[in-house]
């Protein structure tokens, strides 16, 4: 843990903060429209159907419990007894969601059990976004006393994203030495047309900083800016982009913006939350496919259906089935029982997640009726949904799990398994000669270190042997091999059903009268009765014994001692045990084989001492020896066995889909609910959006791949719109459509429609390269715009929509701790592999101790590294495209006050000691470049020299560099891109 500075020097920092004049930003708040299409969407996919399914029963117009409404906005705002149930962007002020949240005794509902952790998770979203209900707007979201009902699929056709994709001709401008590009001809085309021109260049020390993050997130060292602010070659701008989109930390950067759409996330969240240990496989693929700029198509393809695509070696095999985890990494709770809803809910998430992400629709919201909307009917829903049902995603258990697949290995290693493959199948079957041969030879199966043999033959056991296929059964009793130990081929268990009306009746054929000792056979598990009741009849009446049957019997671990008994094989109570599951029983009862071994010869008299026969005597002792060379000869097999076992080298598991064998279509489910069926619907896509029927599906086949073609077929409307758009913002700072994952009606309309079209077009005709989309929106004078104040910004565009200039972009979470690192020296810069350390079994109580760059760092969906959730990491439990931007008090607290923060301005300071500078002033200067990427203005230089110089004692020196630091981090031009 980083020291803190001495309060001195502490009161001296609070003076030079005083004294900094950094540009104020302009408002970064998530745009209104924006904001109110992302709530609407949560309230139809998330928060009414939960109102309908748990709250209004109680909360209706027919009850209004504790005076509380919630089937309209007026009713949880009025609220009941203890007043308004929601507070408009205030969740942890709503009493509606401290109920739901299940953290105060006194305040849990639903009364039934808490919700999912994904409902919980949007229902905060929807009230920190407002809390809208539709049900009371319109479709330009304006108040609306009548509805007209969701549009048809014909009248959906004529909605501008539905339209096919046009190609643009660059417009005419009036200003016609301004452009550089066609984007810049289309961009100063609109500016003009509302009186408007375009704001000055951005210096060079803006741009090279604002290219270094937009490109690879970090932050351009001071020897880079000085080379570029010194090129005078033309071509240094398009040289230095070129250098970074080659570099690899662009992959690094540019994943993490697609894993934020995609939900990735190395925990499941919902009820016991699992690891995902293998998720940062599928993160390493999308890194990796930024680095090589696969084509977007085939990107899209092999998340879909990368499993049943053609592949062209073991490498190519391997990448496409670790692209299929996209479908698997969303927030599930594998503790579900109802298998049935599970899967179906699953199916939501992949919808939610693939119409979002890819097509910019919110498909999810036609699961319980027709979009209200968009052009979705319910019927399209099923048609998509029956295609991931068909999808193998996960296997179920009392808690399911995820799909797994085995990764094919690399030739050599290939080739190495199949010849110790070959050697192992060698060995079992000498193993298995050579144990029945010992075993016939009077051998019992070694378990001296605890393992009990799946099966024991009963030859292999002494005296009479009854197994429970020769015993008499009342009532119904379950075969089961489950667990190992058992006699011959089987053992029967009770299913703790019917208790008392249960029994297995054993007749031993004894061969003469006399005592025996009866032992019992059973195997042991977790849920058997401690109390599992039998009853021996003997020569002398009857005795009960009770059986903890989840003990390993104490006999060699195959039997157990129930006593020794007097049998009478003539008399009038001939020799019989019973096993029933009378009595109160507290799990299941099994029935198994029951042995009887004399140990006298008449009656109670002891068996008459026998003169000792030499030759006997000298038969048995060459047996024993026979017999301890057969065990000899299985023990040396089995070290051989789990010596060539060991050495097998073994394919990393990892998730993926697979085509479920029970592909088929699936029926509507009448208002969402599962186990109320309706029509079956044909596997197919969006009607709005197809250009053609949809294609035929295999029988046997999930549809996945039929799936990915209508997907990336360029005359889809929305695949290329809507990845364009992404890019476009992650690159300008905002969409032409500012809802980048809702071209839906309740989303917002294209700013510029012709310049969406043209990118699309043209991303089309260049294979669908991200990079070359990324280089041509960089190269254009539109991109190279300096930024505005808020009191510079024209009053009639204050969103800048009309991109007079460029937007001043806030550094996301892992832009600052990247940037933090990175200064001070302290990055890690290996890359891909596992990101968990050792031994780690749970996300709570995870300590984030990781150098590594942000996309290594673990994302949980219940845990987050403080700085990821002060500064508005996407919350990994909700599909997002876009991050809130907001300007909170935590924020500044968290840059004076983190040991990240503080370990890193140390360490940076004393660095910058170590470097060969002249002076202050120098070091100064250094450190400003390092930081804000320029120079100090006078003032600021004079200001911070006064505060260093004024510090004698070495170590105050060096505190007081740190304060520098610590200064210039909590700074807003840290924060933030000119």
Same mark, same amino acid.
């Given at each position: 843990?980083?020291?803190?500075?001495?309060?001195?020097?502490?009161?001296?920092?609070?003076?030079?903060?005083?004294?900094?004049?950094?540009?104020?930003?302009?408002?970064?708040?998530?745009?209104?429209?924006?904001?109110?299409?992302?709530?609407?969407?949560?309230?139809?996919?998330?928060?009414?159907?939960?109102?309908?399914?748990?709250?209004?029963?109680?909360?209706?117009?027919?009850?209004?419990?504790?005076?509380?409404?919630?089937?309209?906005?007026?009713?949880?705002?009025?609220?009941?007894?203890?007043?308004?149930?929601?507070?408009?962007?205030?969740?942890?002020?709503?009493?509606?969601?401290?109920?739901?949240?299940?953290?105060?005794?006194?305040?849990?509902?639903?009364?039934?059990?808490?919700?999912?952790?994904?409902?919980?998770?949007?229902?905060?979203?929807?009230?920190?976004?407002?809390?809208?209900?539709?049900?009371?707007?319109?479709?330009?979201?304006?108040?609306?006393?009548?509805?007209?009902?969701?549009?048809?699929?014909?009248?959906?056709?004529?909605?501008?994203?539905?339209?096919?994709?046009?190609?643009?001709?660059?417009?005419?401008?009036?200003? &016609? #030495?301004?452009?550089?590009? +066609?984007?810049? *001809?289309? !961009?100063?085309?609109? =500016?003009?047309?509302?009186?408007? @021109? %375009?704001? &000055? #260049?951005?210096?060079?020390? +803006?741009?090279? *900083?604002? !290219?270094?993050?937009? =490109?690879?997130?970090?932050?351009? @060292? %001071?020897?880079?800016?000085?080379?570029?602010?010194?090129?005078?070659?033309?071509?240094?701008?398009?040289?230095?982009?070129?250098?970074?989109?080659?570099?690899?930390?662009?992959?690094?950067?540019?994943?993490?913006?697609?894993?934020?759409?995609?939900?990735?996330?190395?925990?499941?969240?919902?009820?016991?939350?699992?690891?995902?240990?293998?998720?940062?496989?599928?993160?390493?693929?999308?890194?990796?496919?930024?680095?090589?700029?696969?084509?977007?198509?085939?990107?899209?393809?092999?998340?879909?259906?990368?499993?049943?695509?053609?592949?062209?070696?073991?490498?190519?095999?391997?990448?496409?089935?670790?692209?299929?985890?996209?479908?698997?990494?969303?927030?599930?709770?594998?503790?579900?029982?109802?298998?049935?809803?599970?899967?179906?809910?699953?199916?939501?998430?992949?919808?939610?997640?693939?119409?979002?992400?890819?097509?910019?629709?919110?498909?999810?919201?036609?699961?319980?009726?027709?979009?209200?909307?968009?052009?979705?009917?319910?019927?399209?829903?099923?048609?998509?949904?029956?295609?991931?049902?068909?999808?193998?995603?996960?296997?179920?258990?009392?808690?399911?799990?995820?799909?797994?697949?085995?990764?094919?290995?690399?030739?050599?290693?290939?080739?190495?398994?199949?010849?110790?493959?070959?050697?192992?199948?060698?060995?079992?079957?000498?193993?298995?000669?050579?144990?029945?041969?010992?075993?016939?030879?009077?051998?019992?199966?070694?378990?001296?270190?605890?393992?009990?043999?799946?099966?024991?033959?009963?030859?292999?056991?002494?005296?009479?042997?009854?197994?429970?296929?020769?015993?008499?059964?009342?009532?119904?009793?379950?075969?089961?091999?489950?667990?190992?130990?058992?006699?011959?081929?089987?053992?029967?268990?009770?299913?703790?059903?019917?208790?008392?009306?249960?029994?297995?009746?054993?007749?031993?054929?004894?061969?003469?009268?006399?005592?025996?000792?009866?032992?019992?056979?059973?195997?042991?598990?977790?849920?058997?009765?401690?109390?599992?009741?039998?009853?021996?009849?003997?020569?002398?009446?009857?005795?009960?014994?009770?059986?903890?049957?989840?003990?390993?019997?104490?006999?060699?671990?195959?039997?157990?001692?129930?006593?020794?008994?007097?049998?009478?094989?003539?008399?009038?109570?001939?020799?019989?045990?019973?096993?029933?599951?009378?009595?109160?029983?507290?799990?299941?009862?099994?029935?198994?084989?029951?042995?009887?071994?004399?140990?006298?010869?008449?009656?109670?008299?002891?068996?008459?001492?026998?003169?000792?026969?030499?030759?006997?005597?000298?038969?048995?002792?060459?047996?024993?020896?026979?017999?301890?060379?057969?065990?000899?000869?299985?023990?040396?097999?089995?070290?051989?066995?789990?010596?060539?076992?060991?050495?097998?080298?073994?394919?990393?598991?990892?998730?993926?889909?697979?085509?479920?064998?029970?592909?088929?279509?699936?029926?509507?489910?009448?208002?969402?609910?599962?186990?109320?069926?309706?029509?079956?619907?044909?596997?197919?896509?969006?009607?709005?959006?197809?250009?053609?029927?949809?294609?035929?599906?295999?029988?046997?086949?999930?549809?996945?791949?039929?799936?990915?073609?209508?997907?990336?077929?360029?005359?889809?409307?929305?695949?290329?719109?809507?990845?364009?758009?992404?890019?476009?913002?992650?690159?300008?700072?905002?969409?032409?459509?500012?809802?980048?994952?809702?071209?839906?009606?309740?989303?917002?309309?294209?700013?510029?429609?012709?310049?969406?079209?043209?990118?699309?077009?043209?991303?089309?005709?260049?294979?669908?390269?991200?990079?070359?989309?990324?280089?041509?929106?960089?190269?254009?004078?539109?991109?190279?715009?300096?930024?505005?104040?808020?009191?510079?910004?024209?009053?009639?565009?204050?969103?800048?929509?009309?991109?007079?200039?460029?937007?001043?972009?806030?550094?996301?979470?892992?832009?600052?701790?990247?940037?933090?690192?990175?200064?001070?020296?302290?990055?890690?810069?290996?890359?891909?592999?596992?990101?968990?350390?050792?031994?780690?079994?749970?996300?709570?109580?995870?300590?984030?101790?990781?150098?590594?760059?942000?996309?290594?760092?673990?994302?949980?969906?219940?845990?987050?590294?403080?700085?990821?959730?002060?500064?508005?990491?996407?919350?990994?439990?909700?599909?997002?495209?876009?991050?809130?931007?907001?300007?909170?008090?935590?924020?500044?607290?968290?840059?004076?006050?983190?040991?990240?923060?503080?370990?890193?301005?140390?360490?940076?300071?004393?660095?910058?000691?170590?470097?060969?500078?002249?002076?202050?002033?120098?070091?100064?200067?250094?450190?400003?470049?390092?930081?804000?990427?320029?120079?100090?203005?006078?003032?600021?230089?004079?200001?911070?020299?006064?505060?260093?110089?004024?510090?004698?004692?070495?170590?105050?020196?060096?505190?007081?560099?740190?304060?520098?630091?610590?200064?210039?981090?909590?700074?807003?031009?840290?924060?933030?891109?000119?």
């Amino acid at each position: 843990m980083a020291a803190h500075p001495p309060p001195h020097l502490l009161a001296v920092l609070a003076a030079v903060l005083a004294t900094f004049t950094f540009l104020a930003p302009p408002s970064l708040a998530a745009e209104p429209d924006a904001a109110t299409a992302e709530a609407n969407e949560l309230f139809e996919k998330h928060v009414r159907p939960t109102l309908l399914e748990h709250c209004i029963r109680c909360h209706g117009d027919k009850k209004q419990q504790g005076g509380l409404r919630l089937d309209s906005r007026e009713g949880w705002m009025t609220g009941g007894d203890s007043g308004p149930a929601i507070v408009p962007g205030q969740p942890d002020d709503s009493l509606f969601v401290q109920a739901i949240r299940y953290t105060d005794n006194n305040l849990e509902m639903p009364p039934k059990g808490v919700l999912p952790q994904t409902t919980i998770a949007a229902i905060e979203q929807w009230v920190r976004l407002g809390a809208a209900d539709p049900r009371t707007l319109d479709a330009s979201g304006e108040p609306s006393a009548t509805s007209s009902g969701p549009p048809t699929v014909e009248q959906g056709r004529s909605f501008w994203a539905f339209q096919p994709v046009q190609t643009s001709m660059p417009p005419a401008v009036n200003d &016609g #030495d301004w452009p550089d590009t +066609d984007i810049d *001809r289309f !961009v100063l085309a609109k =500016l003009e047309q509302n009186g408007m @021109t %375009p704001a &000055g #260049d951005a210096t060079r020390l +803006d741009l090279v *900083r604002r !290219v270094y993050f937009d =490109l690879i997130g970090l932050p351009p @060292t %001071p020897q880079q800016i000085e080379q570029f602010v010194n090129d005078p070659s033309p071509s240094a701008y398009a040289d230095l982009v070129d250098r970074l989109l080659d570099s690899p930390q662009f992959g690094e950067h540019w994943g993490r913006h697609w894993l934020s759409v995609v939900r990735y996330a190395q925990s499941s969240g919902g009820g016991r939350t699992l690891l995902f240990p293998e998720a940062w496989r599928y993160r390493d693929y999308v890194i990796d496919s930024f680095n090589q700029d696969v084509p977007y198509d085939q990107f899209v393809r092999e998340q879909l259906a990368g499993d049943l695509l053609e592949y062209d070696d073991w490498r190519d095999r391997r990448r496409k089935l670790i692209a299929t985890a996209f479908l698997l990494l969303g927030p599930t709770n594998y503790e579900l029982q109802d298998k049935d809803i599970l899967e179906m809910d699953v199916v939501d998430e992949q919808l939610d997640t693939f119409g979002k992400s890819v097509l910019g629709m919110t498909i999810g919201c036609a699961r319980c009726h027709d979009h209200k909307f968009d052009p979705i009917p319910t019927q399209d829903y099923y048609a998509l949904a029956g295609i991931f049902k068909s999808t193998k995603a996960m296997i179920h258990s009392n808690v399911s799990q995820w799909n797994t697949v085995e990764l094919p290995l690399d030739p050599k290693q290939a080739a190495e398994r199949k010849e110790r493959q070959a050697e192992i199948a060698e060995v079992r079957a000498e193993l298995a000669v050579a144990t029945k041969a010992w075993v016939d030879a009077g051998g019992m199966p070694d378990e001296s270190k605890g393992k009990q043999v799946r099966s024991i033959d009963r030859k292999s056991l002494p005296g009479v042997v009854v197994d429970d296929d020769e015993a008499e059964t009342i009532g119904e009793w379950m075969e089961s091999t489950s667990q190992p130990g058992f006699v011959g081929r089987r053992y029967l268990h009770d299913s703790a059903a019917e208790p008392g009306k249960k029994r297995v009746i054993y007749r031993p054929q004894l061969p003469r009268s006399g005592r025996y000792q009866v032992q019992l056979s059973y195997a042991a598990g977790p849920n058997r009765s401690t109390r599992a009741q039998v009853q021996i009849r003997h020569r002398d009446g009857e005795s009960t014994v009770k059986v903890n049957q989840r003990k390993t019997p104490e006999l060699d671990g195959k039997l157990s001692l129930l006593g020794t008994f007097a049998f009478d094989v003539d008399g009038e109570n001939p020799p019989q045990v019973t096993i029933s599951n009378q009595g109160p029983q507290d799990g299941v009862v099994i029935a198994d084989a029951v042995v009887f071994i004399s140990v006298t010869t008449k009656d109670t008299q002891p068996v008459a001492e026998q003169p000792v026969d030499p030759l006997a005597e000298a038969e048995g002792k060459a047996a024993e020896a026979a017999l301890a060379k057969l065990k000899k000869r299985v023990d040396t097999l089995t070290g051989e066995l789990k010596a060539l076992e060991k050495s097998l080298p073994t394919a990393p598991k990892v998730m993926a889909t697979a085509d479920d064998p029970d592909a088929g279509d699936i029926p509507i489910a009448i208002r969402g609910v599962v186990h109320n069926a309706g029509p079956m619907t044909p596997r197919g896509t969006l009607q709005v959006a197809s250009h053609e029927p949809f294609a035929s599906i295999p029988a046997g086949q999930s549809g996945r791949r039929e799936l990915a073609d209508w997907t990336c077929d360029p005359r889809n409307p929305l695949t290329s719109r809507v990845i364009v758009n992404r890019i476009w913002q992650w690159t300008i700072g905002r969409g032409l459509v500012s809802t980048v994952d809702n071209f839906g009606s309740m989303g917002q309309t294209p700013t510029h429609p012709e310049l969406l079209d043209y990118l699309a077009a043209s991303f089309v005709e260049n294979q669908w390269s991200i990079k070359t989309l990324i280089r041509k929106i960089l190269l254009s004078r539109t991109y190279r715009l300096q930024t505005l104040s808020s009191a510079q910004t024209d009053p009639t565009d204050p969103h800048n929509q009309w991109l007079s200039h460029a937007h001043r972009k806030r550094l996301h979470a892992e832009q600052i701790r990247d940037a933090l690192l990175a200064i001070s020296g302290k990055l890690d810069a290996t890359q891909a592999g596992p990101n968990l350390r050792e031994g780690t079994r749970s996300e709570y109580g995870y300590k984030f101790t990781s150098t590594r760059r942000s996309v290594y760092v673990p994302v949980f969906r219940n845990r987050l590294p403080e700085l990821f959730e002060v500064f508005d990491f996407p919350d990994p439990n909700i599909q997002s495209g876009s991050r809130n931007v907001s300007t909170i008090a935590s924020q500044a607290l968290l840059l004076m006050n983190h040991p990240l923060v503080i370990e890193q301005s140390q360490t940076a300071a004393e660095r910058l000691l170590q470097r060969d500078l002249d002076d202050d002033p120098a070091r100064i200067r250094f450190a400003y470049r390092q930081v804000l990427g320029r120079p100090p203005n006078e003032d600021e230089l004079a200001i911070m020299f006064d505060f260093i110089d004024g510090q004698q004692d070495s170590g105050q020196r060096q505190a007081a560099w740190t304060l520098m630091y610590q200064t210039l981090f909590q700074s807003i031009d840290f924060r933030h891109l000119n």
